[in-house]
């Protein structure tokens, strides 16, 4: 491997926000990864909350978590997902997370009683968790996304710590714009006086940025590649086109095309006449493209309005369906519109059904409802943290006769509290990163469903949760069907439950979509598919045999 110190790349945004800076950066990594580099990314936020674990998924979309326990932004997950390396705290840094350590420092006197401001303290801040992972990781090359859009209040020291880093940097360090290249309907042109100024309110805050990616949904032809290199002090091969894509997964292919990679090593310094390998990369794609099956699977939840809230899940089934070679569509199910009486018009023609994660009350009739529909119909099933927590007090009303049983967290009263509070969460108060948050062991028991899909007695999932199964109830869940088929291995706690008749019934305390990568799809929903496939097909073969007879 190739020893040179370490790349900064910054992406900054410009015009709008959501032009899908996570992307480019997760694409980028991709073809630098895939030229034998060492690679990471990071994601700045520049809210003011500590982390989004507190924050509505209305208001973030997905809260993503890593296997140290960090409750970070969504994009972390594409990061994952695209370079199929896991990330930390340290690749999730916000205004708060960075005021709150300067405060710190402060009140410890690090300071030596100076007075504390922006600049330097809070910019010396932001640039020492700039270097923080080429320290202690060692990386060839450190994305950083910064959030939000030039010219933001909350974004202004960002800007300055990357203006400072260029300097200080050199040729070591780099600045990737991404714009909108809008197009009017009325001229039938594509308009670049908007990028021209984002670019002028970069440069007055100090960055000239190296390369312009522009969002379009038409072609850039040559002349608008020379005026924006013109007005915006950017070589033309530094122009880069990034047209809507069907799917995020073309996007490094994109960017391959325009070359984005061989710029960025250019300007960089490095050599550029190799190729990178994304055999692998187009393979996925193929299948992706090219399905040779079809199922519709429902995901029922409180936030399908936002469909960022379940982010990984329907990616994640992107992954298992490629594997699979089964193109798997996604019927987005809020969980107050079911009821016995619409769930079998709602799930008709439903080859699997997904139960969400989430908190409080809102929809949680509708998910039990649609977990008894699944139970009783032989319809593949997976729960997931709060799905499977449903799924346990369905069962407990409908097949134990505990009509009233609940989790505490819905109906403190209930006399059949199967899911209960964690008794180490019974004494916290403080809402922010107290839940039961990243990985942990699980141990499978063999001769189980879980077992042959892992193929392993012991595996690690991520978590986020307070609330567990009530072990109190475990015998006679057992006795009647439902089986505990994976335990923490220390504390005992129940993370895996499955039906012993059923097809495929299976819920899980922890959240399998966040390992979930292109290179790697996870187990649970690889094995999920196949069976909502094999359930279709069955279908299928019934009604044929019935229209013969």
Known sequence: MDTFPTKYIFVTGGVTSSLGKGIISASLGKLLQARGYSVTIQKFDPYINIDPGTLNPYEHGECFVTDDGAETDLDLGHYERFLNTPTSQANNVTTGRVYQSVIEKERKGDYLGKTVQVVPHITDEIKNRFRTLAKSGNYQFVITEIGGTVGDIESLPYIEAVRQMKWEYGKDCIDIHLTLLPYLNTTGELKTKPTQH?????????????????????????????????????????????????????????????????????????????????????GFLEHLRNPKHRIRIALVGKYVELRDSYKSIAESFVHAGAANETQVDIEWIHSEDVNPETAGKLFQGIRGIVVAPGFGKRGIEGKI?????????????????LGMQCAVIEFARNVLGFTDAHSTEVNPATTHPVIDLQEAQKRITRMGGTMRL????????????????????????RHRHRYEFNNEYLSVFEKAGMKATGLHPEAGLVEIVELKDHPWFIGVQFHPEYKSTVANPHPLFLDFVKAALEYKLGSEAAKKSISKN
């Open 438 to 461: 990243g990985a942990y062991p699980c141990v499978l028991k063999e001769g189980t469903r879980i077992h042959s899909i892992y193929k392993k007695t012991e595996v690690s999932e």
């Open 369 to 385: 409802t649609a977990i008894k529909h699944a139970r009783e119909n032989n319809i593949p099933f997976l729960g997931i943290c």
């Open 198 to 282: 984002s670019v002028k309110s970069l440069l007055e805050y100090g960055v000239q940025p190296d390369i312009l990616v522009c969002r379009t949904i038409c072609h850039i032809d040559e002349d608008i590649r020379q005026k924006l290199a013109r007005f915006c002090n950017v070589a033309t091969e530094a122009v880069i086109e990034a047209m809507d894509a069907k799917t995020i997964y073309e996007v490094p292919l994109l960017m391959e095309k325009e070359k984005l990679d061989v710029v960025v090593l250019k300007k960089l310094g490095l050599p550029a006449e190799s190729t990178p390998d994304l055999s692998s990369w187009t």
